[in-house]
């Protein structure tokens, strides 16, 4: 699988901060670039995604910054809450046919009071 | 959002028995699904992709014969861990494709947690 660099491994921030989750790819032809949220214990959801025809995407207090020359993208989250504690994957794919998800290594966000 | 399923959440079996896992999209048709494998505090590491009603393709290093995958249906795929041993201890998530050329979004089951004593 193509590699999908994520950083950083950790992070702690407190209630009412900005996280910032920076994640850097090699292969030209990812055109879809999801992030999921996971929960201990639970399965990965969906929190947003871009194309990199778009160089930011907001939802709520989720942001996805993309920068395609750089290959790079980053998800912001303002506003940090604690019910934000999880680990947060960011993700690559090729879209069209079946999805090939490559992910990235993980970030475990801890947010406190 | 779509909704997929797996049972059992958690499973506990004796070194050398099989264990089967369900992955069940219950509300969409899902021609494609995926099986991952998570070790704790790790990414999630693509297994096989499952086709339905074709043979599952395995990601390199990923034994076959060991993880039987099954798309029976539009609906179901399972994973049968064969003469499990405690190296096969791990969180075993599968996920759905809503549909063929969609914008990738994938729709993950809660995973199951599989414990080989």
């Known amino acids: 699988q193509q590699q999908v660099k994520q950083s950083p491994q950790s992070l702690i921030v407190q209630k009412g901060g900005i996280s910032i989750i920076n994640c850097a790819y090699e292969n030209t032809a990812f055109d879809y670039f999801p992030w999921y949220q996971q929960f201990p214990g639970k399965g990965p959801a969906l929190l947003i995604a871009?194309?990199?025809?778009?160089s930011e995407k907001k939802e709520g207090r989720f942001t996805i910054s993309f920068n395609k020359s750089a290959k790079q993208f980053s998800l912001h989250i303002m506003d940090s809450q604690p019910g934000d504690s999880a680990t947060y994957f960011c993700?690559?794919?090729?879209?069209?046919?079946?999805?090939?998800?490559?992910f990235g290594t993980g970030t475990k966000l801890q947010v406190i009071p | 959002g779509a909704v997929v399923s797996q049972h059992p959440s958690r499973v506990i079996c004796k070194s050398g028995t099989s264990v089967k896992i369900e992955c069940r999209s219950l509300?969409?048709?899902?021609?494609?699904m995926f099986w991952y494998r998570q070790f704790p505090k790790q990414s999630l590491m693509l297994m096989a992709t499952?086709?339905?009603?074709?043979?599952?393709?395995?990601e390199q290093g990923v034994e076959k014969d060991k993880f039987l995958i099954n798309h029976a249906s539009l609906t179901l795929s399972t994973l049968t861990v064969t003469s499990a041993h405690p190296e096969d201890s791990s969180f075993y998530i599968c996920?759905?494709?809503?549909?063929?050329?969609?914008?990738?979004?994938?729709?993950f089951g809660e995973g199951s947690r599989l414990t080989v004593l």
């Open positions: 996920s759905a494709v809503l549909a063929q050329g969609a914008d990738g979004e994938l729709f």
């Open positions: 499952s086709n339905e009603g074709s043979k599952a393709t395995y």
């Open positions: 993700a690559a794919t090729i879209s069209g046919g079946y999805q090939k998800v490559t």
């Open positions: 871009i194309r990199p025809d778009v």
């Open positions: 509300d969409f048709q899902a021609t494609t």
